[in-house]
């Protein structure tokens, strides 16, 4: 090739910049490497001496992640169990198919030998980071960086230096476990601020469940962001702003992007919260996957995690409890000891009443598990259902708002309140003929109590001329009985604030008045006249002493059979009969019955 301009041989003497090796020291990792894969007590001295960000190569690191995970379990350890634990992870391919893996753990050394090649690699390591931080410093000062950035960032790398001498090298990480009892018993936990929502504290970890209509993403970027601006939210009062890191492995940027706009965000009105979309990894009950949020933690500096949903960031079975323990392990107990709080968004299982899907074991390390409910009409439930602390309120009654613009949602007019009875008749979804508000507003108005049931709801709506099916009216039934719950000063006070009584027509309930009855009342609660109230038949004249000492019976408080004198129940009480089904003339023992062979028998047939 003449041409071409041809380039003078390389003296490996001249730093060209192009070919020139960070420091570090493989000879010294590939010893260190291959014997932790062997012995927990060589891994335990080097993981005093060095991390895996110590580790100059990434196929290095991989192994020494699956190494720490297996000797976390508690499992003796081995170059096969390495590569099969690799294998499953589907990074086989990441150490040249397997073959590295035998070829450093092929020859180890002694465990007693390991600390000080783990000396070697930590001291390499400490010189490759001088060596990155003045690389640095030299491109800001290309970008024409003044006085104040340069300080700024030979600051930061001092920072770092201080906190690695201090957390990942000799026992210090360890002592600084130990409780300082003076500071301990000074503090006052029971006063620490609930982070925006109140919902949980500075460091807690929840867990938000819901089925997939609830709308928990909705629910909880809405949250987070506000908590990010140091807004306000569900009412409480606004707060500094918190630095947040957002995982989603669950929704599509063009959703998200939807969703932040129709809260009000921007691109200049994002506040602290880092959002990490489908990001790449590795499962966080895995050691290898908590060490790679660990690091993102740190490059972020977020003070809480959301993980959206978890189940997309897990790679055992959700039925194994082995699953939940090590993600607790690996993930969320460095999350913990740091104080950095964490969410984890989970969906229902099959049975709803027993919480998130999966082993019970994944409620055994949060401090709060918190259940969403969507109760139609744009109108929300949040029950808390586990707690270790007790702090802060137990359930929330919730309104999502919103606004279409066309095809899109308008811009800032998604929000999620705290749900006001006072206004809420008079304003929102209320004011739409036909919604579940608008119902739930008319029987207000009515002055239907909070607890009334279907029966008598839907006889009021008949009477307003109001049309509502069947799944509305339990709907509507259930959003106001939700109110009676929560609020019980609503309940009006001829009834017991007991929000679930379970009444029957004809039986003594337990919201019956708490006065008196009124002359011609027809039904426990009810004034004489209320539409869909079927009338009490009269009840017979108790019989008086036979002046032989015995008592005159007291007044039923039931209507009772003319025949056999027991309580009336049931539809022969709804139907105005006067029998009971066993003495009815056409059908039981009526004494004007003419008796026949087949009559116990065609009594218990009837029955």
Known sequence: MTNVRQLPPHDAAVDDGLTRTPPCDLEAEEYVIGVVMHSKQAYDECSLLITREDLYKPQHQ???????????????????????EIEKQGQLHRVDGGSLIYKLGGTPISPMMAAAFAERVAETARQRRYDEHSTRLKQAIDQKADGDDLAALVAEFQQGEALRENTGRGPAHLVASLLNWDAFFTTDFGAIQLLPGKLMGPGQQITLVGDGKAGKSLFAQEWMWRMATGQSFLGDTPQDPVRILYLDAENGQEQVQERFLSFGAGPRHMGELRYASFPPIRPLDTAGGGADLIALVKATGAQLVVIDTVSRFIGGPENDADTWLSLYRHTLLPLKRDRIAS?????????????????SAK???VDHVWELGYQG????????????????????????????????????GTRHVLMTYETEPVSGMATIPG?????????????????????VVKAKLADLQIAAGSDKVSRVVKMRQNRAKT??????????????????????????????????QTFPGNTEGTPGTPPVP?????????????????????PL????RKPLHGYRLERQYDTCLACDPTTGSHPDRPAHPNAEDEHHGAA
């Open 62 to 84: 991989l192994i020494w992640d699956t190494a720490a995970g297996i000797h976390a379990t508690g499992q003796q350890s081995h170059p096969a169990l390495v590569r099969a």
């Open 343 to 359: 969410v984890r968004l989970d969906h229902f299982g099959k049975d709803k009443d027993r919480g998130g899907r999966g082993s």
């Open 363 to 365: 409620t055994q390390d």
């Open 377 to 412: 009409g744009g109108t929300l439930t949040l029950k808390r259902t586990h707690t270790r602390t007790g702090i802060g309120p137990d359930d929330f009654v919730l309104l999502r708002q919103s606004r279409r613009d066309g095809d899109h949602w308008a811009l800032g």
């Open 435 to 455: 919604t579940d508000e608008y119902i739930a507003a008319a029987l207000d108005r009515a002055g239907v109590p909070l607890d009334a049931g279907n029966r």
């Open 487 to 520: 609020d019980p000063v609503d309940v009006p006070p001829q009834r017991s604030p007991d929000p679930f009584p379970e009444t029957f027509p004809g039986n003594v309930p337990r919201n019956a008045s708490q006065e008196h009855n009124g002359a011609g």
């Open 538 to 558: 009269p009840v017979p004249p108790s019989k008086g002493g036979t002046g032989s000492g015995t008592q005159e019976q007291p007044q039923p408080q039931q």
């Open 561 to 564: 059979c003319t025949v056999c």
